[in-house]
């Protein structure tokens, strides 16, 4: 007694040597024993989990600790319980250190008589969290074992039972998947003919039953929700591989409407029934005529599985399910009123509107009833419920795959209609607006199109609110800009709106360019769709002079359209609006005085990037949709920069020669010089034209530079042809684009005559009394240049091929003199000299990113085996660019000529790169790429697909080891 009242005194203080040494004593008299246990237990009881993992190795190292955790008796059990205390679950270290004893249980529990079992079962259930894998599944089997004879312990066993399958369940699922599957018909029997039902083995039926649904169809997971990409690709590798016998299926449905209770474990269950066994559905299909509403109402998650794989189906429907789904689709009103109904939980809406959708696609001869029935449903809905994201979800999803149901007095119609009343107070009354109503807001703006006639008299309000009170928010603007497009306005209503809009204090936060890109962007959608409505109304000079301002003069998309407007301007008044665009500034809040002001507010550096990047895409004829590609507001618009150096010239405003230096130091020759490799030829004839204007205004004046300028420019003349008397002007012949590019370096170097080209350019220029427009210029001596400079000069010459290579025309040009063979070699010789290599890797993108290219490249000049013998001397930093190079050759290549000249051969080349990737384990990007091209190789035709199953296992352990990232 003295003893244990020191040792709990002392009990933080107590060294692990302490308690051995105690140990030692109860092995002298047996008689003393239980009072020795009794001290040990005490101190034992008394230590923290601050015990260090040192400490505790020490204490299981003694011969009378492993003997207690293996002895039976109360009072052996009490004290194992605090000795298992000092252990982790989760610790493998823990777990390897008290292996021997887990076994020990395990075999006790498997080699021994049934009838022996009782004495042992608490002291194994006490081990389980610490078990091993293969000890879990031989405790579970001799569980089931003992339930499926009928033994008198099974009530003492189902302790034992529940206990190993919660530690199951606890491990990761693809290691567990198999096993309860494989043993998942005795615990399905188990479940259903227990007296006592048990949630954990319900659970367990669960848990397997999740492994054989298809990934991303969870009835307690809502769409979407699930974002861990580690959990995902899981879930993908056990998935594929479910299966489950037909008996087992039968058995287990019968056995969960026969209690008629419906847990969230049933209701999994049933669901993964319903999409992998077709006997499931055919008796839930019977269940289904004999009581539809009760199932409705308390397993709408399997209604609507079996709604879904009924529709999925590509054979004609089974009687039986048809005579089920019709029972359901009686209830076609109900699932819309749950779906508008503000009151329902969201997530019984979105599953009542997959039952909508799975009965539209079953029964389409009663469409006409069902588009009668939901309409009558959202015509008695209030408002917010209608502008809940699940219906408005819903109404999309209808809209995209059955357009047809877009008729008059539709639910279009009806939705649009209460919807718009409802946003009007919120624009109106709210000073914010709720994070779920700007999400609503894109999805309504969706739906406008598919509303036959949208009411003016409702959409009005809106428009006026949304302009007075929400003119500086991106969401309420787009939807503005939408429903302008969708709605007809009168002509005074719509100059109205305008005025509002250019008058607004907030329209100069946009002038001044101090709000978000998407805000201004959404704003001038909305200016353009009110100028076009009535264009012969709304086109007003003082109206345009106000959109001026607002212009940036870039590619981006809300430049475009605010050109397209001045052109609409143009074509409506029959006047030309360069005297408004004369007043036109870079520079935000400023007005020009003159076009000459104009032009010389541009940005030097901006222009220069224009130049080496202009869209050749680029049409004059801007309402044309594709027009909106490649949007970059990085960029000057060539058009308007065109377009303002011809009025420019033409106003005459430029009085001496600094004037004309100032002009061109902002690098607009070399814009317009660039426009004349442009694909469309408008473009080129309007870059003729106004190079023409220049040339002839430098005639009559006299600057430095002038006679340089003039020289140049003849030079770019002399593959001009004149035009043909009495003939049409026909577009001049678009020039390789090395060719333009080499006439716009040599013009921005003569104002900057300090750049190192200069006098490269004007020396090549001057020592050929021709040019070949088909040739690349300095190609040679910029790559091999032998001064102590070269390293400047190869730089910018390995720039200049890839700023030259836009098309096939350039890839022609760029074969004849070998640029991908001299550009290789530098690529080799250079293993110090990263952005180097980082640099030619852009120009080999270039040239990947042309069909014809890459023919060319992998067949003539072994692109891939190349790529093959450098994969071990890549860099750090070089893996993306060289990942993206491969995509291109999957994406643009022609796979049936590669195929028929290296007879598959190109496909093993590739495989062989990317193993070589993914083993040096990059960015996420770079798997995204590699993922890319995978699925490409994969997709292609089977007869040369190398065996991917190696690479996509590295694939999805890498994915699964970035993630927690």
């Known amino acids: 007694e003295r003893s244990a009242a020191a040792a709990k005194q002392n009990a933080n203080l107590i060294s692990l040597r302490a308690q051995a040494e105690i140990a030692g004593h109860i092995s002298l008299a047996e008689s003393s024993a239980p009072h020795a246990l009794r001290i040990l237990n005490i101190a034992l009881g008394e230590l923290s989990r601050e015990v260090t993992s040192p400490a505790v190795h020490l204490l299981f190292a003694t011969e009378f600790v492993r003997e207690v955790c293996s002895s039976q008796g109360e009072l052996y059990l009490d ?36 009838q022996t079992h009782s004495p042992a079962i608490p002291h194994v259930i006490q081990w389980v969290p610490f078990m091993s894998t293969d000890h879990l599944l031989s405790c579970l089997d001799i569980s089931l074992t003992s339930f499926d004879k009928g033994s008198q312990e099974t009530s003492e066993m189902m302790p034992l039972l529940e206990s190993v399958l919660y530690a199951l369940m606890k491990l990761p699922p693809n290691s567990v998947y198999e096993a309860l599957g494989a043993r998942m018909k005795a615990l399905v029997l188990l479940s259903v003919q227990a007296s006592r039902p048990s949630a ?172 009668r029935a939901l309409t009558v449903v959202i015509e008695s809905a209030t408002p917010a419920a209608v502008l809940e994201h699940e219906g408005l979800v819903f109404l999309e999803r209808l809209a995209t795959e059955y357009p047809r149901w877009a008729v008059s007095e539709g639910p279009f119609d009806a939705a649009v209609e209460l919807a718009l009343k409802w946003v009007v107070r919120r624009f109106a009354e709210d000073k914010t607006d709720k994070p779920a109503l700007l999400k609503s807001l894109g999805i309504l703006g969706g739906l406008l199109p598919h509303a036959t006639e949208i009411k003016p008299y409702l959409a009005e309000p809106v428009l006026t609110a949304a302009v007075q009170n929400r003119l500086d928010r ?123 002001e104009a032009v010389t507010s541009l940005d030097p550096t901006k222009m220069e990037r224009t130049f080496l990047k202009f869209p050749q895409s680029r049409s004059i004829a801007v309402d044309q949709v594709r027009e909106y590609r490649d949007c970059d507001e990085e960029l000057y618009d060539p058009v308007f920069v065109m377009l303002l150096l011809a009025a420019c010239v033409n106003e005459g405003s430029i009085k001496n020669g600094i004037s004309w230096v100032e002009l061109f130091r902002t690098n607009v020759l070399s814009v317009v010089v660039a426009g004349v490799s442009s694909r469309e030829g408008d473009i080129r004839r309007m870059a003729v034209s106004v190079l023409g204007l220049a040339w002839r205004a430098l005639q009559n004046v006299t600057f430095h530079e002038r006679d340089q300028t003039i020289f140049v420019l003849n030079r770019l003349r002399h593959f001009i042809p004149p035009p043909e008397p009495g003939k049409p002007q026909a577009s001049p012949p678009r020039l390789p684009t090395c060719t333009s590019l080499l006439f716009a370096h040599t013009l921005h170097c003569i104002f900057y005559p300090a750049t190192f ?60 003199r070998h640029a991908w063979d001299l550009l290789a070699a530098i690529f080799q010789e ?54 993206m190079i491969i995509e291109n050759v999957l994406t643009m290549s022609d796979h049936e000529k590669l195929d028929a000249n290296t007879a598959g051969g190109w496909r093993t080349s590739v495989s062989h790169n990317l193993e070589a990737l993914m083993n040096r384990k990059g960015s996420i990007k770079l798997l995204a790429v590699i993922s890319r091209c995978l699925l490409r190789l994969a997709s292609t035709q089977p007869t040369y697909t190398p065996d991917l199953s190696h690479d996509l296992e590295a694939a999805v352990a890498w994915l699964q080891s970035v993630e927690p990232e």
């Open 757 to 816: 080209v200069y006098p490269v350019a004007m020396r090549f220029l001057l020592q050929r009394p021709t040019f070949n427009p088909n040739d690349v210029p300095l190609i040679f001596e910029m790559l091999f240049k032998g001064s102590e400079d070269w390293k400047q000069h190869r730089t910018w010459m390995v720039a200049y091929l890839r700023d030259s290579m836009r098309g096939s025309r350039d890839w022609a040009v760029l074969r004849k």
């Open 200 to 371: 954990l083995i319900s659970e367990a039926v669960r848990f397997v039953m999740e492994s054989i649904l298809p990934v991303g169809v969870d009835p307690t997971v809502s769409a979407g929700e699930e974002t861990d990409a580690e959990k995902i690709a899981s879930k993908a590798l056990s998935h594929w591989r479910g299966s489950l016998p037909e008996d087992v299926t039968l058995d287990l449905l019968e056995g969960i409407m026969g209690k008629g209770e419906w847990s969230q474990s049933s209701t999994v269950t049933a669901t993964a029934l319903m999409y992998r066994s077709s006997g499931a559905r055919l008796k839930f299909a019977e269940w289904l005529a004999s009581d539809c509403e009760c199932l409705i109402k308390e397993a709408l998650p399997v209604v609507s599985a079996f709604l879904d794989a009924a529709s999925a189906a590509d054979e004609a429907l089974h009687p039986s399910l048809e005579t089920g789904a019709k029972s359901v689709a009686t209830h076609f009103s109900s699932f819309a009123k749950d779906v508008f109904n503000a009151a329902t939980l969201g997530r019984r809406r979105a599953l009542a509107s997959n039952c909508m959708v799975s009965l539209i696609r079953l029964f389409p001869d009663q469409a006409k009833d069902f588009r």
């Open 79 to 114: 004290l194992t319980a605090n000795i298992k205390g000092l252990l982790s679950e989760s610790s493998a270290e823990d777990k390897d250190l008290v292996r021997g004893i887990c076994a020990y249980w395990s075999s006790i529990i498997s080699g021994a008589p049934a």
């Open 830 to 883: 250079s293993p110090h000299d990263p952005a180097l290599r980082l640099a030619i890797l852009e120009v080999f993108l270039r040239f990947t990113a042309n069909p014809d290219a890459v023919i060319s490249l992998v067949l003539r000049s072994s692109l891939l085996n190349w790529m093959e013998n450098q994969a071990s001397n890549i860099l750090d930093g070089e893996d993306l660019a060289w990942a």
């Open 474 to 596: 991106a969401e309420p603007m787009q939807f503005a800009s939408q429903l302008a497009r969708n709605v007809t306005l009168k002509p005074p209503n719509t100059n109205r709106l305008i005025q509002s809009i250019v008058q607004h204090p907030q329209f100069q936060l946009h002038v001044r360019q101090t709000t978000l890109p998407a805000t201004r962007e959404a704003l001038v959608a909305l200016l353009e769709a009110l100028f076009k409505a009535h264009p012969n109304v709304t086109c007003q000079p003082n109206s345009i002079a106000a959109l001026v301002s607002l212009y940036t003069g870039t590619q981006s998309l809300a430049d475009r359209r605010m050109l397209s407007v001045f052109q609409l301007f143009e074509r409506h008044r029959r006047v030309s609006a360069s005297s408004l665009l004369s007043r036109w500034s870079a520079k935000a809040g400023s007005i020009s005085s003159s076009a000459f």
